[in-house]
């Protein structure tokens, strides 16, 4: 049996809405294509390219006049759609915060299914509030691909015909399957959970060519026995620091790229492998600018969900110029976005508080931050103006079950667990909705 048959015998059929996914995306090849070309021109950006970036803005434009939110907030302020014809028009706009994308997602959309019946609604992580549903239309869904393809050329790395890519997943669930990848060389994907048995020997059997996981998979990763060898690994969604990526680099040799992205907007920049700390923006997909330390996306890819302005919640330092890579263009620093948080158990081992974010995801939280207190004593803080929220008492009782019940699957054998109303609704930066105050002194926040 070959490896890829081997892999696959140990791994469920995908769902369907998978397969008939993967069976249309040759259609978007030359839309891959044309997007990787365009990245790889926006990493040698000067003056003189200034014209080339704001003519994408004719699409944000046209999306934004079918808008019914942005013509409503538009006209709010004596705006058109089409009084933003220059990038220097951006900050006579208003920005979108994320409880608007909740309130108003759907008339933030410029489609709907009667006229593109391929869109779907994703969810963020539900880990500053009740999560936003986020309209993506098939490219949106498909367009991680193109990115892939275009590190894989920045950084001269070569695949096989029909390479094979594995997602390594850290969270509950257990969701596994393979799918086809006509958009990568006609490559396969495979997804492999950590909480099902034997994650390391289907990783071993199916021997991927290019890695993706958060930080949490891969600590898991480099503290295994031999483990696969892939040409490129990625991770996003928390700070990969650098003691980190020396620990994998011990046993894994393949180069990181450490990436910044958010359900909402997508890929928004990269770590550069050869200047740790500083992030390389993915123009034109985004533009990027930084109000009061704080990032704002502008998406100039074109999708169903116009974004202009969109307050991430995260901070950095913005600048523009050229790296010991070679690349010139915008630039973050001192990006500051989730803060790792470990809880510890009373055996004395720590576990990922991250691995609990899935749980929020199915009760409408205004905000909430759990907190571990004691050795066994967790502390649930939500909004204080929770109470007038459509948010049924049988749905928090619900969550606090679920909670406990995770907790002791975490390793907490009587798991306590407090609930008040404590938080404000207002945050001057992204809320951090894990911490650790036991023993007193906690994690320091970490860079990316």
Not at 321 to 327: I, K, L, N, T
Request: aromatic share 6%; net charge positive; glycine share 6%.
């Amino acid at each position: 049996m070959d490896t890829l048959s081997e892999a696959a015998s140990l791994l469920p059929a995908p769902p369907a809405r998978l397969r008939q996914d993967t069976a249309t995306q040759r259609a978007f090849l030359p839309r891959v294509n044309r997007s990787v070309r365009e990245l790889r021109r926006g990493t040698q950006l000067g003056a003189a390219d200034r014209p080339w970036i704001e003519a994408r803005l004719a699409r944000l434009v046209r999306r934004m006049a079918a808008s019914p939110y942005y013509r409503e907030a538009l006209a709010a302020r004596g705006l058109s759609p089409r009084d933003l014809r220059l990038l220097g028009n951006l900050p006579q706009f208003p920005s979108l915060d994320r409880t608007t994308l909740v309130a108003r997602w759907r008339d933030l959309a410029a489609a709907w299914p009667d006229e593109e019946p391929d869109l779907v609604v994703v969810r963020s992580s539900g880990t500053t509030g009740e999560p936003a549903p986020v309209p993506r239309d098939r490219y949106d869904c498909l367009h991680m691909w193109a990115v892939l393809r275009f590190w894989l050329r920045a950084l001269e790395i070569r695949l096989p015909s029909q390479p094979r890519v594995a997602l390594l997943d850290a969270l509950p669930g257990g969701l596994e399957y393979v799918a086809d990848l006509p958009l990568l060389r006609d490559g396969k994907l495979v997804r492999i959970s950590l909480v099902r048995k034997e994650p390391l020997a289907r990783l071993r059997a199916f021997s991927p060519h290019v890695l993706f996981s958060d930080p949490e998979g891969l600590n898991w990763l480099q503290a295994q026995p031999d483990p696969p060898q892939p040409r490129l690994v990625l991770t996003s969604a928390l700070p990969f620091g650098v003691a980190q990526r020396t620990a994998l680099a011990r046993v894994v040799a393949a180069p990181v790229v450490n990436y910044y992205a958010t359900t909402e907007t997508g890929p928004i920049a990269w770590e550069c492998p050869r200047a740790l700390g500083l992030f390389h923006v993915l123009v034109p997909d985004v533009w990027l600018e930084v109000e009061s330390g704080e990032i704002l996306v502008t998406r100039l890819r074109d999708s169903a969900l116009p974004l202009l302005r969109y307050r991430t919640g995260d901070q950095a330092r913005l600048a523009e110029e050229a790296c010991v890579c070679g690349q010139r263009g915008p630039v973050l620093r001192d990006l500051s976005v989730r803060r790792a948080c470990r809880f510890r158990r009373p055996d004395g081992a720590t576990v990922d508080a991250w691995a609990l974010a899935w749980l929020f995801k199915q009760v409408p939280l205004r905000a909430f931050r759990l907190v571990q207190v004691g050795p066994q004593a967790f502390r649930l803080e939500l909004s204080a103006d929770q109470r007038n929220q459509a948010c049924a008492p049988l749905s928090l009782r619900s969550l606090r079950g679920r909670l406990l019940e995770a907790l002791r699957l975490q390793g907490f054998p009587s798991p306590r667990l407090e609930m008040r109303l404590a938080l404000g609704t207002a945050h001057a930066a992204k809320p951090e909705p894990f911490a650790c105050e036991w023993p007193r002194a906690g994690p320091t926040r970490q860079r990316s």
